[in-house]
């Protein structure tokens, strides 16, 4: 049997179309191997948001190439974003690579390898010719209870820094009935938490005919109305695409988890307008208090970007100053980084590279205070947590998230899949720690 290894990086959607992928290679007969060496077909399945993912790519097809030269029966693919941003260079710089495709031609792949995989000149797939939903394809899932549900492929914003419309292209949404038709599909093989997925999440729909009913909050109505689904999440919504319905709709769906990524990436209007967000710092908090007023006990999780062109100490001061004032449950904070071919990259007053590193270190300091002060309020309540296995630090103690999307490390006995009551009594800025909850008849 031929064996398959893909290695992921990036976001949620770069690791959901590696599920497609995998489930793609096993359709043609491919076993997976959990070792690079072993495998007779490597696919890197890569990110180029910042330069960070392109450094770690270029070390793994170091690794790669030392393999193919062992045995050139090997075949390596590389596909995702960096291979779509790099597409007519890429296999001038590896020239050991056999295989390059985009996000939007994960389809193709398999007729590549299915016409053989190897002996065969080498090809390249672009988004510009035709986009497939690699929603389409089988899927091989890291666990039975949890599945991504892609809704839009794309992204129609502009936003200074980012690479991601380059090489992901327009914004193309999936029609309602086929979305809730998967969604169906996976409650009946016994899926309990969806998380749904588009760069733009919450502006799905928009490209879609007048006449189906095309507004994220009905999306989100659909889903929840699926029997069997306890747990809607979905991935990433813009601040400028929360209108009422949408609000409406998260508040009053049971499964829809207490828990919005709403990134912020900088508290500064002066800044934002140059980043092309198109909202300000008033119109961001303004919109923080209308969701805690709807959605009670709602946890707030958030991106940010230090060190973008022009970004002055003042800026900086008022990105800290709404992390401190909004107390995010959780964040991830990113050092700007500039990406060929993006506005950001041609503008002047680039950030030097310390002023950038004191400045994340400040604001992780902030973050770090106001998740453990959140996390802090949860010890003594009880939370509903579905449990996804062992805990990585403490192999006798069980893991699994609270609807909030906290991690819990809990004490008692659960199988991976089950909702059970924790009892919480300890609490870190990223994790809390509980112990299963005994229920006394009254
Ligand atoms: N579609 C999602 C994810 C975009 S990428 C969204 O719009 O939220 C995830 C995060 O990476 C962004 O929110 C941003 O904070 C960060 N990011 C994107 N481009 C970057 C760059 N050039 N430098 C540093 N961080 C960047
Ligand atoms: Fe990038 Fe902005 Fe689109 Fe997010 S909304 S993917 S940050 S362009
Ligand atoms: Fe990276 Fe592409 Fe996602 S650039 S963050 S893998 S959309």
Redesign the pocket.
Same mark, same amino acid.
């Given at each position: 049997m031929r064996r398959y290894h893909v290695t992921t990086f990036g976001?949620q959607?770069n690791a959901h179309d590696s599920e497609r992928i995998k489930g793609m290679l096993e359709e043609l007969g491919l076993g997976e191997t959990h070792t690079a060496e072993d495998a007779d077909v490597l696919v890197f399945n890569t990110c180029t948001?910042?330069?960070k993912p392109d450094t770690r790519l270029a070390a793994h097809l170091g690794n790669a190439k030392a393999l193919k030269e062992r045995d050139p029966e090997r075949v390596i693919a590389v596909g995702g974003c960096y291979a779509e941003a790099q597409r007519e260079r890429i296999f001038a710089q590896y020239p050991f690579v056999d295989v390059a495709f985009g996000p939007g031609s994960i389809p193709h792949l398999a007729e590549w390898l299915g016409a053989g995989g190897h002996g065969i000149a080498r090809s390249s797939f672009g988004i510009a010719e035709e986009r497939r939903f690699a929603a389409t394809l089988p899927s091989s899932r890291e666990r039975p209870f949890q599945a991504w549900v892609q809704v839009s492929m794309g992204?129609n914003?502009k936003?200074a820094?980012?690479?991601?419309p380059a090489v992901r292209g327009r914004e193309v949404s999936r029609r309602p009935g086929e979305i809730v038709a998967e969604v169906t599909r996976l409650a009946a093989e016994g899926v309990k938490e969806v998380t749904l997925l588009?760069?733009?999440?919450n502006s799905w729909g928009r490209d879609l005919r007048a006449d189906l009913d095309t507004e994220f909050g009905e999306l989100l109505r659909a889903c929840d109305a699926v029997d069997g689904i306890e747990r809607i999440r979905f991935? +990433? =919504?813009?601040p400028k695409d929360f209108r009422e319905p949408v609000i409406a709709a998260i508040a009053e769906c049971d499964a829809v988890c207490e828990h919005i990524?709403l990134?912020l990436?900088s508290g500064s209007t002066r800044i934002l307008k140059s980043m092309r967000r198109t909202y300000s710092r008033e119109r961001y908090v303004a919109l923080v208090e209308k969701l805690r007023a709807a959605i009670p006990d709602l946890a707030l999780g958030t991106?940010?970007?230090v060190?973008?062109p022009g970004e002055t100490e003042e800026d900086f001061g008022e990105t800290l100053a709404v992390v401190d004032e909004v107390g995010y449950d959780s964040a991830?904070?990113?050092?700007? +980084? =500039?990406?060929a071919g993006?506005e950001?990259?041609a503008m002047p007053d680039q950030v030097p590279d310390e002023v950038k590193r004191d400045r994340i270190e400040r604001l992780v300091e902030v973050v770090q205070r106001r998740a453990r002060e959140r996390n802090d309020a949860r010890v003594g309540l009880v939370e509903e947590v579905l449990v996804e296995g062992p805990s990585r630090t403490d192999p006798a103690r069980l893991r699994g998230r609270t609807r909030r999307n906290t991690t819990v490390n809990f004490t008692g006995d659960a199988r991976p899949g089950e909702l059970v009551l924790v009892e919480i009594d300890a609490a870190t800025s990223t994790t809390l720690g509980g112990s299963r909850a005994v229920l006394v008849a009254a």
């Open positions: 976001c959607m948001i910042r330069e992204c914003s936003c820094y980012c690479i991601v588009g760069q733009n999440v991935t +990433s =919504p813009h990524h990134p990436q991106d940010i970007i060190g973008f991830f904070t990113f050092v700007y +980084s =500039p990406r993006t950001a990259a």
